[in-house]
């Protein structure tokens, strides 16, 4: 998918400084964060306490649909992205070092998205957004 084609991203300042602090650690190294590097690149930044509330930002919680692709056309799934070290294996939790929570990060209710996977290309659809930390005046979590 070219740029042009790419959802406008909305990030927090918060979230991308301490997404770039944890790309620089060393356990990153080996993982490929080329694309979310590329988001992070891409998106417009702003302070938390200007989120929009149907933005998905980190420790946000969002029912999205996967519109297409190998993973189960249609199937809805609520997902919560989190850091790396929130991520416990819960199937309702994704790290934003995966795929998946590369592609939701900075994505509004509504906006859709290809992203390449394991399996072959997800398109996502956000639908709705049952969390977000700075719509609930947390602005630092």
Same mark, same amino acid.
């Given at each position: 998918?070219?740029? /042009?084609?790419?959802? !406008? ?11 770039? =602090?944890?790309?620089? &650690?060393? @356990? ?6 080329? =694309?979310? &590097?590329?988001?992070?690149?891409? /998106?417009?930044?702003?302070? !938390? @306490?200007?989120?929009?509330?149907? $933005?998905?930002?980190?420790? *946000? ?5 996967? @519109?297409?692709?190998?993973?189960? =056309?249609?199937?809805?799934? #609520? ?15 994704? *790290?934003?070092? /995966? !795929?998946?929570? *590369? @592609?939701?990060?900075?994505?509004? $209710? ?7 996977? !394991? ?5 996502? &659809? $956000?639908?709705?957004?049952?969390? &977000?930390? #700075?719509? =609930?005046? #947390?602005?630092?979590?």
């Amino acid at each position: 998918m070219s740029l /042009a084609n790419l959802p !406008p991203l909305l990030l927090s300042r918060l979230d991308v400084e301490r997404i770039e =602090a944890l790309l620089d &650690q060393p @356990a990153v190294e080996g993982i490929d964060t080329t =694309a979310l &590097q590329a988001e992070l690149n891409r /998106a417009e930044v702003i302070e !938390p @306490a200007q989120m929009p509330s149907d $933005v998905i930002t980190m420790n *946000s919680t969002a029912r999205f649909r996967i @519109a297409d692709g190998q993973h189960g =056309a249609g199937e809805e799934r #609520e997902l919560t992205l989190v850091y790396p070290r929130d991520a416990d294996g819960s199937p309702d939790k994704v *790290s934003i070092l /995966a !795929p998946v929570g *590369s @592609a939701l990060l900075g994505l509004r $209710v509504g906006d859709e998205i290809e992203w390449p996977s !394991p399996g072959g290309t997800l398109r996502l &659809q $956000v639908l709705s957004i049952r969390y &977000q930390p #700075e719509s =609930a005046g #947390e602005l630092h979590r």
